[in-house]
């Protein structure tokens, strides 16, 4: 115990160093914050990350373990493939409300290595090779934060005018998103769950907006998107856009989705995931320091915003890159008496919301340089969960018996039979 606790009333101090322990910060750190939040808040930030066991819908059915970001009282054993799966953001959220990842492909060996040593699965490598080949098994839901790329609409209308089924072919040809619509017009899974930069909607225009919006409703989808930051679930301010597709055949015109609400409370701050003993090589030289603060000051005389950032402890950060890297100038953390610096991959990974034990040295298997790019890329696990809760929801609807290609949706057009018990266990709201 140190000096500051060890004048407490000692209910208190043994209360603080449970407290301390279950947040794995020291007790100095955790009365700094209590002070600042005041006891309450805390208390309440820390029920929300203590991980409640949440109800068991499938007691009998292997539902994987419950994952720790947040807690759950929705959950459905669906199953899910994960493209262009970087470290698994979208795998740790959807894991979290009870899926089970059928198959992940990723074509950077680094991120690859990454994702085996945390899931013992060897991400399947390019995806244009797998939009032909028979590898994908069923699934419930694909998720997907693929790369976007601008379209070309040259001769579209002329090919579409010859009658062709499907335009996408011919809009989308050569981009990864025609890899992706040529998956889902093969698997037709009855869910997707994409993901992309922000700005896709203004990309190219909104040409490429359209272009994707376009083609999944012509492969039969409904399709919703919201822009959420990141900000309300992590210190660091990062909008995405996210794309959820309900397959019209199995959901109806109308799927009943609503993305998720705004948490309440206080968003989190940036000393609350900073290390407290930190290796100073993470400390920007004389010479980088000043170079960065030339840089920034010659952008603000030309009125535009880049150039470093010194982060507020008390505040968001501004969005992690995946150059974060090359000098971390985007997020420094500013330090008493010495220049500022950048921060360490573990903080890097607790700052996208990564659990602790997959930011930890010993889960880092890759350079820094590579495990800084790999959580610049990726998406915000717990953001995942959020709307992942929301998607069960919709999903409670139209799941039908576990089939023998392992799916909990009905599939296409043809309703399976669904077990009245199973159909009561759900609590089913209306019928479609
Ligand atoms: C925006 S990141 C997705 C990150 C992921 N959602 C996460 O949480 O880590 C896009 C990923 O697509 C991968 N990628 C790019 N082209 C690919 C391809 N042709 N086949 C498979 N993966 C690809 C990149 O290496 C990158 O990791």
């Given at each position: 115990m140190n000096n500051v606790s060890g004048a407490l009333p000692e209910e208190l101090q043994s209360r603080l160093n449970d407290v301390a322990r279950r947040m794995d910060i020291d007790e100095e750190e955790l009365l700094v914050s209590l002070i600042e939040s005041g006891l309450e808040d805390s208390e309440a930030a820390l029920t929300k990350r203590s991980r409640p066991e949440p109800p068991q819908l499938f007691p009998n059915q292997d539902v994987t373990d419950?994952?720790?970001m947040s807690p759950q009282d929705t959950k459905l054993p669906f199953s899910f493939i994960d493209l262009f799966s970087g470290?698994?953001?979208l795998r740790l959220g959807l894991e979290s409300v009870g899926g089970r990842c059928v198959f992940s492909c990723e074509?950077?060996?680094h991120a690859q290595k990454t994702y085996e040593s945390w899931f013992g699965e060897n991400p399947a490598g390019d995806v244009a090779e797998l939009s032909s080949s028979g590898a994908i098994p069923d699934h419930d839901l694909l998720a997907a934060g693929f790369p976007c790329q601008p379209f070309s609409i040259a001769g579209v209308s002329k090919k579409n005018s010859l009658g062709r089924a499907h335009g996408f072919r011919d809009r989308t040809q050569g981009t990864l998103f025609f890899h992706l619509a040529e998956i889902i017009d093969r698997k037709r899974p009855p869910v997707l769950l994409l993901e992309n930069v922000k700005n896709l909607k203004s990309h190219d225009r909104g040409q490429t907006w359209n272009t994707i919006r376009g083609t999944l409703e012509e492969l039969g989808y409904s399709v919703f998107n919201r822009i959420i930051d990141a900000a309300d679930y992590v210190p660091q301010h990062r909008e995405r856009i996210f794309i959820i597709g309900f397959a019209k055949d199995v959901f109806g015109e109308e799927p009943d989705f609503l993305f998720p609400a705004i948490p309440e409370g206080p968003r989190p701050?940036?000393?609350d995931i900073l290390e407290r003993s930190v290796d100073p090589k993470y400390t920007l030289s004389d010479k980088l320091w000043n170079y960065l603060q030339a840089y920034a000051e010659k952008h603000r005389k030309?009125?535009?915003?880049?150039g470093c950032t010194v982060a507020k402890l008390g505040g968001t950060t501004r969005t992690l890159s995946a150059r974060y890297h090359k000098d971390g100038s985007e997020i420094l953390i500013p330090q008493r008496g010495r220049n500022p610096r950048?921060?360490?991959p573990r903080e890097a990974g607790r700052l996208m919301g990564f659990p602790e034990e997959l930011v930890s040295r010993k889960a880092q298997v890759v350079s820094?340089?590579?495990a800084y790019r790999q959580f610049g890329n990726a998406v915000v696990p717990i953001v995942i969960s959020a709307i992942a809760e929301q998607i069960v929801r919709t999903m409670r609807d139209v799941v039908v018996s576990q089939s023998a290609n392992g799916c909990i949706l009905k599939a296409g057009t043809t309703p399976?039979?669904?077990s009245s018990a199973l159909a009561s266990q759900l609590g089913r709201r209306k019928p479609r």
């Open positions: 419950d994952h720790p470290i698994g953001g074509n950077d060996r701050r940036l000393r030309r009125g535009n915003g880049f950048r921060l360490t820094d340089t590579q399976q039979k669904e």
